[in-house]
């Protein structure tokens, strides 16, 4: 057998990566800077292919002449039940929503759970109904799984993995190198619910609000955005690293310029507080129930109307547009007038998010 | 939303169930006994649906008149390096092996990984590239993925999900159901040689042997199988719990009885003596590069053929056959020419063997 893998292996082109550090560090998790170098000099040039090259949430793939996209996403959100939901939950959501921004239909999700030795079964028993009740709430079906348990000490209570398969009608083409100037960036509603809601819940960090997570599942959202237009260029849920990490990579993928305008963007007066309170920056918190739109102008507004009009968009609005100063670049109009760089998100704001 | 997941919940039929134990304990990860309660009591009764029911290694789906079978297994193999392999390429090749024992063609893999803070990029690279080279020997192409970081001591090093999606050829259907009285028991090599590799690289459990993983994809075995019969039945890999598990999950399913004659089970003589000095029964040690196939006695002896041609078959046995007695029960004829019940694996063998 070695000297099939020598063969295989002499095939590759694995260059030896330089790192910055030679250990994972929490904010290789982030979904930030670190997060992209761990992908572009570990993973990507050694699993490299077409469908990877896309850096899409999820694989399009064609089998017998059916369009399918594929995604999976590991969760293990600290603290495990939060305000508005749960790991069970957000699993199920999570991977829904990573299909919807291919604008496929997701139909079916796998569960593999990693347990830890002494985690009590009336949680899990919790958390797996949460999922069926996602699982019905978005129209798929949890059509396969696996468990396995660490010993005490090896895990945290409860690891979810969920992998989702959807389905691609014709003629939807949803991607980065669509993108061109003038089109109009939009958001279905508040950001960084998810992530203050999760900091509020860890110990050490509780203060007083009402901010429950946003976590939902956008396939509704994203079937009746793509009825009315099919003028959309790109599809992201905002989640690790936020809205400015997603909007950095659709920038730098397909290398244009971004502006986004502060006063547009919805936002909770408490998240703003606790976010002030912290000194976090919101743009780099997590949601889990919300998508960023690029649409062409022509479209815009019909959209935004559709997305209104949809329960889980109640509060959508224009956030920005692609302009043709500063290509790879996001700069925002900030609420005192002065224009700002909005970089990817370096180092980690907060670990383990979802 | 309250509403909403009360409406849900009330369409389910969610019976609060009954534990034997009411916290997780490393025997529910064994893939015997008390795994099979978890699934039965927690997992199935929530997640019920008709994919589910089948009871395979993967689900088989159709989407758009295209069937495909879609799968998923978390790995925490302990330790991760190991004689023969290591976790990226039992992660490919696990998944693989349950896409081919659904009768399918694995095409795409996923791939998640949770990371400890702390472990060394190094290992993760070298990891990540066995499981390109892996996934290249296959075949497949692993099209999407996943990484998360979770703080030092809230995991072991890495973890890794995969998913993976095949296509299946019109008219293969690989199910317990269709085993019959007469129905040929076969076998593609020596058996144990995982779980006693895996024993003899931990921490004082060490002792002198040459034995390696037999970690191997087996699709393309599977596939040679399925050009010279139309008469398969099933076809199971033994992973954890071992062939044991694996025949009693077959009776239980199929309602049938299986014998098997332990002098036909082919094994490696170190591994025999590891297992006698550890009191081991190596009918319940998991393998990772075999396959058992149930195949009509019409057809029996031209699949075992094919099986000894092919690389990963030279040693394959016929071990056992349905028969009409003890339906539900697997029985074997000892060494010594009594016979004995093989249970279902009770309790844990050897936790984190995958």
């Not at 999820?58 to 999976?72: H, K, M, P, Q, Y």
């Not at 909770?268 to 919101?282: H, M, R, S, T, Y």
Request: aromatic fraction near 4%.
């Amino acid at each position: 057998m070695s000297e099939t893998l020598t063969d295989i292996t002499a095939g590759l082109s694995c260059p030896v990566p330089k790192f910055d550090y030679d250990r994972v560090l929490l904010a290789h998790g982030g979904g930030g800077t670190l997060s992209h170098q761990l992908l572009s000099r570990v993973i990507f040039p050694l699993f490299k292919n077409r469908w990877l090259d896309s850096e899409h949430d999820g694989a399009v793939l064609e089998i017998d002449g059916v369009r399918l996209a594929f995604s999976t996403d590991s969760y293990v959100v600290q603290p495990i039940f939060f305000p508005g939901g749960n790991i069970g939950e957000l699993a199920v959501n999570g991977t829904v929503n990573d299909i919807a921004m291919c604008g496929a239909t997701p139909l079916f999700i796998s569960a593999g759970f990693i347990l830890e030795e002494g985690f009590d079964l009336e949680s899990l028993r919790k958390i797996v109904e949460s999922m069926r009740i996602a699982a019905d709430r978005a129209g798929v079906s949890i059509v396969t799984g696996d468990t396995k348990v660490v010993d005490r000490g090896k895990g945290d209570k409860i690891f979810i993995n969920t992998a989702g398969i959807g389905v691609l009608k014709n003629g939807i083409d949803i991607s980065p190198n669509r993108c061109k100037i003038g089109d109009q960036i939009l958001i279905n509603g508040r950001i960084a619910d998810h992530g203050v809601t999760i900091m509020s819940a860890r110990e050490g960090l509780t203060f007083e609000t009402t901010v429950e997570s946003d976590t939902a599942p956008l396939n509704d959202l994203v079937s009746k955005i793509l009825d009315v237009s099919n003028k959309i260029h790109v599809l992201r849920d905002p989640t690790r690293g936020g809205v400015a990490s997603a909007l950095n990579e659709i920038a730098t993928k397909a290398e244009i310029g971004i502006a986004i305008d502060e006063n547009s963007i919805p936002m909770d007066d408490q998240v703003k507080g606790a976010c002030e309170i912290l000194g976090l920056d919101p743009l780099y918190i997590a949601n889990e129930g919300k998508l960023i739109v690029f649409v062409d102008s022509l479209d815009a507004e019909k959209v935004l109307e559709a997305m209104k009009s949809h329960p889980l968009g109640a509060e959508s609005a224009q956030i920005g547009e692609v302009v043709a100063d500063h290509p790879g670049r996001v700069v925002m109009k900030t609420q005192i007038g002065s224009s700002r760089i909005v970089d990817m998100l370096s180092g980690e704001q907060l670990p383990r998010i979802c």
